[in-house]
């Protein structure tokens, strides 16, 4: 079946720029999770939405980042006035549910370059 | 600090040369230590679930194995399409939603 699909999958802007990011999780998964890799670190949470829970955005850096899931399928993530910093992998995951017990499915993510 | 730390950060093998990866990570409350296989340019690929001290899982040639403080990758005679980088993380009861990851181990199986 279909797996984790992101787009786009590389993402080139300028500083202060505004860009989108799209998720579209596992058909049926309830989980979905934002993650953030720069080069040579591990793995960054930013944030997890659970069915029509409200979403836990403890991972987010600024308040220059936001997400949206929309009927609780497709995310987006949003990064406001971009900046050089920003640049890294965005990764996006689904779980069946967001229990210990249902592994993440990750998405090939977006390489964003901030210039 | 709650944390999880993979070594070594590189490791090169000859073909059929076994090894082991270690994941050693400290948190309160561990509700679980999962293992993901990553290639350049793809998301993180599941491997291995863990739950609790003595637990074992094997794949194919990988066996995962954990303890109260660290889990280890054990890599039996590797085939050059087991290179990738390998990540470790862990859930915990203080971190409710989110996986904690390791900066990961880079597996380069030579022929």
């Known amino acids: 079946g279909a797996g984790v699909s992101q787009s786009p999958s590389n993402k080139v802007t300028e500083k202060g720029k505004d860009v989108e990011l799209r998720c579209d999780p596992i058909?049926?998964?309830?989980?979905l999770y934002w993650y953030r890799q720069s080069l040579g670190q591990g793995l960054e949470f930013l944030i997890y939405f659970q069915g029509n829970s409200a979403p836990d955005k403890s991972g987010l850096p600024s308040d220059r980042f936001s997400a949206e899931r929309t009927g609780g399928s497709v995310s987006t993530l949003t990064i406001q006035r971009t900046q050089q910093e920003d640049s890294a992998v965005y990764l996006c995951a689904s779980s069946l549910e967001g229990t210990v017990a249902s592994p993440l499915h990750f998405g090939n993510g977006t390489r964003l370059t901030v210039t | 600090e709650d944390q999880v730390t993979q070594s070594p950060e590189a490791l090169r093998l000859q073909e059929g040369e076994s090894s082991s990866l270690n994941c050693s990570y400290t948190v309160s409350g561990l509700r679980g230590l999962f293992w993901y296989r990553q290639d350049p340019g793809k998301g993180p690929e599941f491997l291995f679930t863990?739950?609790?001290a003595g637990e074992e899982k094997e794949k194919e040639r990988l066996k995962a194995t954990l303890t109260k403080k660290e889990s280890f990758l054990h890599i039996t005679a590797p085939k050059p399409e087991d290179s990738a980088t390998y990540l470790c993380?862990?859930?915990?009861?203080?971190?409710?939603?989110?996986?904690?990851f390791g900066a990961g181990t880079r597996l380069a199986v030579h022929p």
């Open positions: 863990l739950y609790s």
């Open positions: 993380a862990v859930r915990y009861s203080g971190g409710y939603n989110k996986l904690i």
């Open positions: 058909s049926g998964h309830t989980a």
